[in-house]
């Protein structure tokens, strides 16, 4: 069983960005250290049962305080590995024992947007104490990218003025998909005033420099230097950068904006993903409601 979890790990390494190989790599450890532990890590990997598997996780649930979402995010660790033999591996497992482990309920917190007000005080905090912070906040805003995963890796050459589309990789964006976002007349003000055109086009836009250059700022970067403004204006743990994101597309839908022109900016696939997404931020769209209540 260990040897299966290291040769699966050198196949994930090859397979899978570094930050998640991590991941994987740090939750199969934790697991083959239990097999240890317990004195079952000389079981072959057919051997291991349902049972091994769910007294793994429910005693660190139990000993280490794990939550329902920690605990599912380790049973899918192991799903995936044993999934990995039997796709992929004649004469090792005939079932993913672990598929069969119900996985618990985990509650939403939802998107958190800024309420206006701590907006225009963030925004005022961000322009005075860490302008390029603010610049990235903006380009969140205005582009509806995520922040580390997408607007982190924008290169100059993902950005057609002509056109005024942001090119989205499908390396990089969350369908695997290539996608283009509008940049409307006030986000292309932005862009210009940036002067892109100096630098080289292969360039990322956001860096650890300031400037564009060759390599891009590493994931959290902007995340770190956003903490200590959050903590000096007292902005709760649920608003993040992403809030830029959730705020724009409330704005839009104060402003009036149609639908189908929201949907091209937060590349929703349906519309009925835009109301959830949507009302995942207490926003009901839909007819008017006014009931009539008898006075008591």
């Not at 040769?7 to 240890?36: P, Q």
């Not at 769910?54 to 000993?63: C, D, Q």
């Not at 329902?68 to 799903?79: F, P, R, S, V």
């Not at 300031?210 to 995340?223: C, D, V």
Request: glycine residues 4%; hydrophobic residues 35%; positive net charge.
């Amino acid at each position: 069983m260990c040897r299966c979890i290291d040769e699966y790990l050198e196949f994930a390494k090859t397979s899978l960005k570094t930050n998640t190989y991590k991941v994987y790599e740090d939750r199969l450890n934790i697991f083959k250290g239990y097999l240890l532990d317990e004195g079952i890590d000389h079981k072959r990997i057919d051997q291991i049962s349902k049972d091994n598997i769910f007294n793994f996780v429910t005693s660190y649930k139990v000993n280490r305080g794990w939550e329902n979402k920690t605990y599912n995010h380790y049973l899918q660790a192991i799903n995936t590995f044993l999934q990995f033999f039997m796709d992929n591996k004649d004469g090792y497992i005939a079932e993913n024992v672990c598929a069969k482990i119900k996985r618990p309920e985990v509650y939403k917190k939802g998107n958190t947007p800024f309420n206006n007000v701590i907006f225009r005080d963030l925004l005022d905090c961000l322009k005075d104490q860490d302008p390029y912070l603010y610049q990235f906040s903006r380009f969140i805003y205005y582009s509806c990218m995520r922040p580390d995963a997408e607007l982190r890796l924008l290169r100059i050459c993902d950005i057609d003025l002509y056109r005024r589309v942001i090119l989205v990789p499908s390396e990089n964006s969350k369908k695997k998909k290539t996608q283009y976002i509008p940049i409307d007349d006030e986000f292309l003000e932005i862009i210009m005033e940036m002067n892109l055109d100096w630098f080289n086009k292969t360039d990322y836009v956001f860096t650890t420099s300031g400037m564009p250059e060759p390599k891009p700022a590493y994931e959290s970067y902007f995340r770190k230097r956003f903490i200590p403004l959050k903590k000096s204006l007292g902005i709760n743990n649920g608003e993040t950068l992403y809030s830029f994101k959730h705020t724009r597309c409330i704005h839009l839908v104060e402003d009036g904006e149609k639908l189908h022109n929201i949907i091209k900016l937060t590349r929703h696939k349906t519309l009925a993903e835009l109301m959830d997404y949507l009302k995942d931020m207490g926003v009901i769209l839909g007819d008017e409601i006014k009931f009539k209540s008898r006075s008591i």
